[in-house]
């Protein structure tokens, strides 16, 4: 049995224990990032189309590590996910979410919504309900509308009753749905109507090979028509270029969202680019 385990062994490459080593290091300092208020929302503003006015935004969390600077959320949320810790920072992104939520109602738009990320384990787990998350709405006398939850379409394929049961606690608690990265899975248009859900967010894989007459133009159009049958909004990820808004504003796109627009930002540069637009 040694033997095999030093054979097995040689397997691993220096790199992949460097990066082993990484991985367990960035857990390490994981667990003392919240505590230590390392954790910064960004938001990044979902824009109508067809007025140009924002009254929705992505929160987008960023780690501002001591040594390693701002580490990005595709670097941590797996190892976020791998050690359990994804529960408390979800918490976390929701409370810090609310908040803000709450002055952008009060102060720019009465039906501001801002949209938060679960992973799919952070979602798919048995404990916890989302009548925490409506009784602290209720605390910043928001309603459940203020919030929206977006989760990926792999969740809805092999949903469970637990999936099942907590999309109805959030439609209960009337937090809204959104799927994120549509059309990069096994995208299957059935659970649409099956799970009510109030969004689809096209990926930006589509968006950046938009052109007049091309395929994912074609594929673009009638996932528009279909999601707006289906009684869903739907919002362009990934508008880098003009031509991208045009093509998704002609096609009947509600939203889009990127570059263009703008970069996720900070909430207080956020909240100043609101106030630069003034009230709408
Ligand atoms: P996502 O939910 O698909 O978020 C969109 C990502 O696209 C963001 O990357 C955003 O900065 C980026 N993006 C926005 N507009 C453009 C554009 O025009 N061009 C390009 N190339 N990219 C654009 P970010 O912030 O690095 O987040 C990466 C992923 O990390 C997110 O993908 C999401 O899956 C996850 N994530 C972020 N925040 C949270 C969180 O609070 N909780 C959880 N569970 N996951 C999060
Ligand atoms: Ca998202
Ligand atoms: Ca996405
Ligand atoms: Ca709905």
Redesign the pocket.
């Known amino acids: 049995a040694k033997g095999a385990g030093r054979n097995r062994y040689s397997y691993f490459t220096p790199t992949l224990q460097v990066a082993a080593l990484n991985r367990m290091r960035l857990t390490n300092d994981l667990r003392g990032a919240l505590k230590a208020e390392q954790f910064e929302l960004?938001f990044?503003p979902i824009v109508h189309l067809k007025s140009g006015r924002i009254h929705k935004a992505?929160?987008?969390?960023r780690w501002n590590h001591p040594q390693r600077g701002v580490v990005?959320?595709?670097d941590f949320?797996p190892l976020a996910e791998a050690s359990g810790l994804?529960i408390d920072?979800?918490e976390w992104?929701f409370r810090a979410s609310a908040r803000w939520v709450q002055r952008w109602r009060h102060e720019h738009h009465p039906e501001f919504q801002v949209s938060?990320?679960?992973?799919p384990l952070?979602f798919a787990r048995e404990d916890g309900a989302y009548d925490t998350w409506l009784s602290y709405l209720q605390a910043l006398g928001l309603p459940g509308q203020s919030v929206v939850v977006?989760i990926t379409e792999g969740l809805l394929l092999d949903a469970n009753a637990t999936v099942s049961n907590k999309l109805l606690q959030l439609r209960d608690a009337g937090i809204q749905v959104a799927l994120?990265?549509f059309g990069t899975g096994y995208s299957s248009l059935s659970y649409l109507k099956k799970f009510d859900i109030d969004y689809l967010k096209i990926d930006?894989s589509f968006t950046r090979n938009l052109a007049p007459d091309s395929s994912d133009m074609a594929l673009s159009d009638a996932i528009i028509v279909m999601a707006h049958k289906l009684g869903l909004r739907v919002i362009a990820?990934?508008?880098?270029t003009p031509e991208q808004r045009d093509l998704l504003a002609a096609a009947g796109c509600d939203y889009g969202?990127?570059?263009?627009f703008a970069?996720?930002m900070p909430a207080e540069q956020f909240d100043a680019l609101l106030r630069e637009q003034g009230v709408q």
């Open positions: 960004y990044q992505e929160a987008l969390i990005s959320p595709m949320i994804i920072i979800g992104v938060v990320n679960q992973s952070e977006e994120d990265d930006r990820e990934g508008v880098e969202q990127g570059y263009l970069r996720p």
